[in-house]
């Protein structure tokens, strides 16, 4: 059996097929979409700093590092932005890149399940 094919046969395959195919979805349709989202990212943590600092980021939904929360172009979301800059790391995006909780949830879980890599029944 080729590496190839084992390769496309075991579980993870379909995760990673399926990712490949959001993203090249996601590049095509970035191209012809006008960019109206922020995908906000926490990168630093808000411990030591002040309390509207932190008031700032619980009012963006953000809670704990690396998560990731999308927002509508707004001058409120803006001027947030702006307030936490050194902590955040934000990118623009359209609307069809827009995730919902639960989809990152979903898209960050293993796939279930499990494949045989070898036997040493066959070797008999």
Do not use: D
């Amino acid at each position: 059996m080729s590496p190839l094919r084992y390769w496309s046969s075991s579980p993870s395959a379909s995760y990673i097929q399926r990712v490949l195919f959001r993203s090249i979805e996601t590049a095509a349709s970035s191209s012809t979409q006008p960019k109206t989202h922020f995908k906000i990212t926490l990168r630093r943590s808000a411990i030591g700093l002040g309390e509207k600092k932190k008031e700032t980021l619980v009012s963006l939904g953000l809670h704990r590092r690396m998560q990731t929360v999308y927002h509508p172009h707004t001058p409120e979301t803006g001027g947030k932005i702006l307030k936490v800059k050194e902590l955040v790391e934000v990118e623009n995006v359209p609307i069809g890149a827009v995730r919902t909780q639960e989809q990152q949830r979903h898209e960050r879980k293993a796939p279930r399940g499990y494949a045989v890599a070898g036997s040493r029944m066959r070797a008999f």
